[in-house]
């Protein structure tokens, strides 16, 4: 299994372009989430989702959208870049919600100049 | 609304010593806690969690915590560090709705 994974690595953006950061899971997970970690805030959930076809809000969604069409797949999409939006993200997975462990994507750096 | 927190930005200690690194939450129902532990440069792994049962739990590396109910806290210790878990380490919670919560981190520095 290759676990969670995350492309691309790095990426810097111009101040009004958009991009989709991608995730995918092999371990047949229903639930998957997208964190932003910014120096001397932990982790802060952005949108997560339980199951193919539903998403919904997390702690700081404002500037993102996801979508979930398949169970493997949980791509963010960031329509028009801000400075506030540099962070690194990371993606994870679970075999359940909030009980279960979650595996963690190595993580999508983002610098929007 | 659940929160957690890591009053400890950064715990420095020496090579062979125990570390606690401190652990509050706070919920108006019942919890799932969790360690997690991020090396540099890395995704972030679980050391450990608390679901029901015995409150002192046991993980990976040699590191334990106690979930205490009263006090509502979730400590992170190990009687005898290495260089090797020179990491940073973020607690969680969940209250068994969708979203897990995490602290804002502490930095484990331990020098030889």
């Known amino acids: 299994n290759a676990g969670v994974t995350q492309t691309p690595k790095f990426q810097v953006l111009k101040t009004g372009q958009s991009m989709t950061l991608q995730c995918a899971q092999d371990m047949n997970h229903e639930y998957m989430s997208w964190y932003r970690q910014d120096p001397g805030m932990g982790l802060r959930l952005i949108h997560y989702?339980?199951?193919?076809?539903?998403?919904d809000q997390g702690e700081v969604p404002n500037g993102y959208n996801v979508s979930r069409s398949t169970t493997e797949d949980f791509p963010l999409r960031l329509l028009s870049a801000a400075p506030s939006q540099t962070s690194v993200y990371f993606c994870?997975?679970?075999?359940?919600?909030?009980?279960?462990?979650?595996?963690f994507g190595p993580g999508t750096r983002l610098t929007v100049t | 609304a659940q929160s957690v927190t890591q009053l400890d930005s950064q715990v420095p200690v020496f090579e062979e010593a125990p570390v606690e690194l401190r652990c509050n939450y706070s919920s108006s129902v019942s919890v799932y806690l969790f360690w997690y532990v991020q090396y540099p440069n890395q995704g972030l792994q679980l050391l450990l969690k608390?679901?029901?049962?015995?409150?002192l739990v046991k993980g990976i590396n040699g590191f334990e915590a106690e979930f205490n109910k009263s006090q509502t806290s979730f400590h992170l210790r190990k009687p005898s560090v290495h260089i090797s878990d020179t990491a940073e380490y973020f607690c969680a919670v969940s209250d068994n709705t969708d979203k897990l919560i995490f602290g804002t981190g502490t930095r484990l520095q331990v020098f030889p």
């Open positions: 608390y679901l029901s049962g015995s409150t």
């Open positions: 994870a997975s679970s075999y359940d919600r909030g009980t279960y462990e979650q595996y």
């Open positions: 989702s339980v199951g193919a076809g539903i998403t």
